[in-house]
């Protein structure tokens, strides 16, 4: 008699245990069901706003609700980090990342975060080359040639970073290290200026993303020596790169999009899936093109892979040349 008790228990716990998988997918599958939002650490028309609306557009055309980019700049882009590890792990609050963040983890020595451990990546999505300017003043049309005034020169070469910290502050560092050359860092707050200056040759070589220098250099208002990546860019196709001339030197910037650690798998591999989707659209390519941008399509552990090995590069090079957050 014990025995239809003893199995309509059995079913009932067999189906409570399921409960928390068949809720998982559930959520999964209606996500999203309302607008998400796309936190960013820097201002609007920043490069990383720009990416990150691109990305919310595509994103709003594959899950059928708006992706609206909310700007929090402040403290190196950390402002906008926190908001995003603060927030709850549901999939609606995202953040744009950014090479930034793996610069922060070591230039700064207190954060109010740990970003490997507090965001999870979602997906990389594009990674965007600096180039090597100078100003025609500079008698060298090759590294090689720059690299050997100055040696000839050492502390009268003055070198434009966009700020302390930034991608093109640390290429040039890492630069320096890596051709032996000593090259005085002059900081301005951003790239704008320090362009202008570079024009006017009161400094001598810069390190800038790629599309902001691209019309200069087509024009001849500056000259290319070198790009940033490992291979030549479709843009620019007769500058060589760095790495021809100072073996195994690499720098970029790249983005990508996170979200708050425990968010719940289903609904990264959800992103991660449009994401890559919109990545693969041949629409898309054109529009990352103009800001001189090749495609990543990451898995989310890739990009955690990279993220790693961004932080563990970019702290030698942070460390080695003592480098403090203003």
């Given at each position: 008699?014990?025995?239809p008790?003893?199995?309509?228990?059995?079913?009932l716990?067999a189906?409570a245990?399921a409960?928390?998988?068949v809720?998982?997918?559930?959520?999964?599958?209606a996500?999203?069901?309302?607008?998400?939002r796309?936190?960013?650490?820097?201002?609007?028309?920043?490069?990383?706003d720009?990416?990150?609306?691109?990305?919310?557009?595509?994103?709003?055309?594959?899950?059928?609700q708006?992706?609206?980019?909310?700007?929090?700049p402040g403290?190196?882009?950390?402002?906008?980090?926190?908001?995003?590890?603060r927030?709850?792990?549901?999939?609606?609050?995202?953040?744009?990342v950014?090479?930034?963040?793996?610069v922060?983890?070591t230039?700064?020595?207190?954060?109010?975060?740990?970003?490997?451990?507090?965001?999870?990546p979602?997906?990389?999505?594009?990674?965007?080359?600096?180039?090597?300017v100078?100003s025609?003043?500079?008698p060298?049309?090759?590294?090689?040639?720059?690299?050997?005034?100055?040696?000839?020169?050492?502390?009268?070469?003055?070198?434009?970073?966009?700020?302390?910290?930034?991608?093109?502050?640390?290429?040039?560092e890492?630069?320096?290290?890596?051709a032996?050359?000593?090259?005085?860092?002059?900081?301005?707050?951003?790239?704008?200026?320090?362009?202008?200056?570079?024009?006017g040759?009161?400094?001598?070589?810069?390190?800038?993303?790629t599309?902001?220098v691209?019309?200069?250099?087509?024009?001849?208002?500056?000259?290319?020596?070198?790009?940033?990546?490992?291979?030549?860019?479709?843009?620019?196709?007769?500058?060589?790169?760095?790495?021809?001339?100072?073996?195994?030197?690499?720098?970029?910037?790249?983005?990508?999009?996170?979200?708050p650690?425990?968010?719940p798998?289903?609904i990264?591999?959800?992103?991660?899936?449009?994401?890559?989707?919109?990545?693969?659209?041949?629409?898309?390519?054109?529009?990352?093109?103009k800001?001189?941008?090749?495609?990543?399509?990451?898995?989310?552990?890739?990009?955690?892979?990279?993220?790693?090995?961004?932080t563990?590069?970019?702290g030698?090079?942070?460390?080695?040349?003592?480098?403090?957050?203003?």
């Amino acid at each position: 008699m014990k025995l239809p008790h003893r199995r309509k228990f059995l079913h009932l716990a067999a189906g409570a245990a399921a409960l928390p998988a068949v809720s998982r997918v559930a959520r999964a599958q209606a996500y999203p069901s309302k607008p998400v939002r796309i936190v960013v650490g820097s201002a609007a028309g920043s490069s990383p706003d720009i990416i990150a609306r691109l990305s919310g557009h595509w994103l709003a055309e594959r899950l059928g609700q708006p992706f609206v980019i909310d700007n929090r700049p402040g403290a190196g882009s950390n402002v906008g980090a926190e908001a995003v590890v603060r927030a709850p792990p549901d999939g609606y609050t995202l953040l744009q990342v950014a090479a930034t963040y793996a610069v922060n983890a070591t230039l700064y020595e207190k954060l109010n975060y740990n970003f490997i451990r507090d965001i999870a990546p979602v997906a990389g999505t594009v990674r965007t080359p600096l180039c090597m300017v100078v100003s025609p003043s500079v008698p060298a049309n090759t590294v090689a040639e720059f690299v050997a005034f100055a040696k000839g020169n050492p502390g009268k070469l003055n070198m434009a970073s966009s700020g302390i910290g930034t991608t093109p502050h640390l290429a040039g560092e890492l630069f320096k290290m890596m051709a032996g050359v000593d090259l005085t860092a002059v900081h301005y707050r951003g790239g704008g200026p320090g362009l202008i200056d570079l024009l006017g040759g009161q400094v001598q070589v810069m390190f800038p993303g790629t599309a902001a220098v691209i019309e200069y250099i087509r024009s001849g208002k500056l000259r290319a020596l070198g790009v940033t990546t490992s291979t030549r860019l479709e843009e620019l196709p007769d500058v060589p790169t760095i790495s021809d001339f100072v073996p195994g030197y690499e720098a970029s910037t790249w983005y990508g999009v996170g979200a708050p650690k425990n968010t719940p798998t289903e609904i990264i591999e959800n992103l991660n899936r449009a994401i890559n989707a919109a990545l693969a659209d041949p629409k898309i390519k054109p529009q990352l093109a103009k800001l001189g941008g090749t495609l990543l399509a990451l898995s989310p552990a890739d990009f955690r892979k990279l993220i790693a090995e961004e932080t563990e590069k970019w702290g030698k090079v942070i460390r080695a040349a003592n480098i403090k957050a203003a």
